[in-house]
RNA sequence: GGGUCUGUGGGGUAGCUUGGUCCAUCCUUCGGGGUUCGGGACUCCGAGACGCCAGUUCAAAUCUGGCCAGACCCA
């Protein structure tokens, strides 16, 4: 088997094939962008909904689920909003035999579907502030060529929104938004920048948008999150409102974060390798894979004692998986490796002897456990490949953004570019074409590197109110 | 929206220009047997494809048209 396209020269062939090599979905099925999500695939997904779960829950959010069809009608309500997807819904337009009265949308996006109902339940300022969340499947009739977890027909999405007393409260929730993606991220292993999006490019219907983009090579960058502000946009036609104190009625200001399956696509572009995919143990199908290594003369022993192993890590919650296998032991090390499993614990009739195992993780530091304590031993391999490697991402990450002070710099850029800008829309589009990409925006806290005070707009020239922005080439 | 190109077993490909030598090449995959087993094994047997519909022709994977699917470039 050869090695996977050069990362770094042909990035989009080697994302493709370290995903269809580690078998996280198949391709397939005949619907353009609607991958099937195979057995493995599946279980790193349900690992990081569990992520997302724990992290949006312990801030304060409540899961709900709200239906996936949304009448037209009701879809409308928005201006900006309905002129942002129009172009990208599916329409469900007959019953059976009988065309429907009112056509019904695949929610691409559950705003509209929610605050008809939000508007019933939320009465007194008592009910505020109220935050709810869902992990539901999403659909955007997608034009260009897809790709998997990047670009997709069938999204799974995740969701949370809020509705808040006041303006502040709700850039308060915003704020605690992004303090919960950062927890995840770390959880991950995952670098960022949020930043706060060009008015051009923000959520249709937002007040602002709060986008998290991660650098994937070059000057590539992958956003995997929003948080958005919508201030009073979406209460007032679908009249969100609440009694205050003095009995007045008030329109609710509103949040919404979401994340998709990008999260996993961008986890296996930031940390894959020319052997694949890397995962970190958060979200690994299999934390550990044992392999037995068995020879004519050795008998059982090893698969003996790989089964006892993997029982007795089972029970101290570790996921694992014994290849019994009939290949040789080399091609299971390149088919785990290429999966992104954390650590190999390969048996032998000699550990089998000791009570020991060789353990290698996936960054390839190999080390010999035992005898005795396996369970602790295996657990603090684990801890310690998640830390090396966060700090094998941080230092590519740092790497990942280099300053431009002249237009023409931005045509070859080979990280993403950090410029002073004037905050002028017309500059902000000699930017974008400059770079042949996009102003990602003004970093919220402080920027991956330092740069010192902004100096003049790097398209007019102006010294007065400029700013650092981002900018690069979104995926 | 405008243009260019592509479609061959489960995946990747050769063949197409100049129709016949193709009941279709090679790699991989899959099923079975044997020898193996500490970094992608070898060997034997077997399975599996010309996107769809028409047309031209003695003869179509190959030429023509339509359709469907996909990719790329430009706005």
New binding site residues.
């Given amino acids: 088997?050869?090695?996977?396209p050069d990362k770094a020269e042909h990035f989009?062939d080697w994302y493709l094939e370290a995903v269809?090599?580690a078998g996280l979905t198949d391709k397939?099925y005949?619907?353009?962008?609607m991958n099937v999500w195979t057995p493995y695939g599946f279980q790193a997904r349900r690992q990081l909904d569990g992520l997302l779960i724990r992290g949006i829950e312990a801030s304060g959010s409540r899961p709900v689920e709200f239906p996936t069809l949304i009448p037209q009608t009701e879809f409308q309500k928005e201006k900006e909003h309905v002129k942002g997807f129009d172009a990208q819904v599916y329409w469900v337009t007959k019953g059976g035999e009988t065309d429907l009265d009112i056509p019904l949308v695949l929610r691409p996006t559950s705003e509209t579907a929610m605050y008809p109902i939000f508007a019933l339940w939320i009465r007194s300022h008592k009910d505020l502030p109220f935050n709810v969340y869902q992990i539901v499947n999403t659909f955007r009739y997608e034009?260009?060529?897809?790709?998997p977890f990047f670009r997709i027909r069938e999204i799974h999405f995740f969701e949370e929104h809020t509705c808040q007393l006041t303006d502040e409260a709700a850039a308060a929730r915003c704020q605690e938004n992004l303090a919960t993606f950062q927890g995840i991220a770390e959880a991950l292993a995952l670098p960022y920048v949020a930043s706060r999006r060009p008015d051009w490019d923000k959520f249709p219907g937002a007040y602002y948008s709060i986008a998290l983009d991660l650098p994937v090579g070059g000057a590539r960058t992958l956003q995997v999150g929003t948080i958005h502000h919508y201030r009073e946009n979406f209460s007032r036609p679908y009249e969100i409102r609440y009694e205050d104190l003095a009995g007045e009625l008030r329109y609710v200001h509103q949040t919404t974060f979401g994340l998709s399956e990008r999260l996993l696509g961008a986890t296996v572009a930031f940390h894959g390798d020319r052997?694949g995919v890397v995962f970190p143990s958060s979200i690994a199908p299999y934390q550990v894979v044992i392999v037995p290594?068995?020879?004519?003369?050795?008998g059982p022993i090893?698969t003996d004692a790989a089964r006892t192993l993997a029982d007795r890590l089972r029970a101290a919650g570790v996921r694992v998986y014994v290849d019994d296998s009939?290949?040789?032991?080399?091609?299971k090390?390149?088919?785990w490796?290429?999966r992104g499993v954390p650590l190999?614990l390969?048996?032998?009739?000699?550990?089998?002897a000791e009570g020991t195992v060789?353990a290698?993780n996936r960054l390839?530091q190999?080390q010999r456990i035992g005898p005795g304590k396996l369970e602790d031993g295996i657990r603090q391999a684990l801890v310690e490949y998640d830390q090396a490697l966060a700090a094998q991402a941080r230092e590519s990450f740092q790497k990942a953004f280099s300053v431009a002070h002249r237009l023409e710099e931005l045509q070859d850029s080979t990280t993403v570019r950090i410029v002073s800008w004037c905050g002028n829309e017309a500059c902000g589009h000699q930017i974008e074409q400059a770079i042949d990409g996009a102003v990602l925006g003004t970093p919220e806290g402080p920027l991956p590197i330092d740069p010192g005070s902004p100096a003049e707009c790097i398209a007019c020239g102006k010294r007065e109110a400029t700013r650092w922005v981002l900018a690069g080439r979104p995926l």
Avoid at 293 to 298: G, P, R
Avoid at 326 to 331: F, N, Q, S
Avoid at 346 to 352: Q, S
């Fill in positions: 088997m050869a090695e996977l989009i269809e090599v397939r005949p619907v353009k962008g034009t260009k060529t897809t790709r052997k290594i068995v020879s004519q003369n050795s090893s009939e290949e040789r032991p080399g091609a090390y390149y088919l490796e290429s190999r390969e048996i032998g009739p000699r550990e089998a060789t290698v390839g190999k």
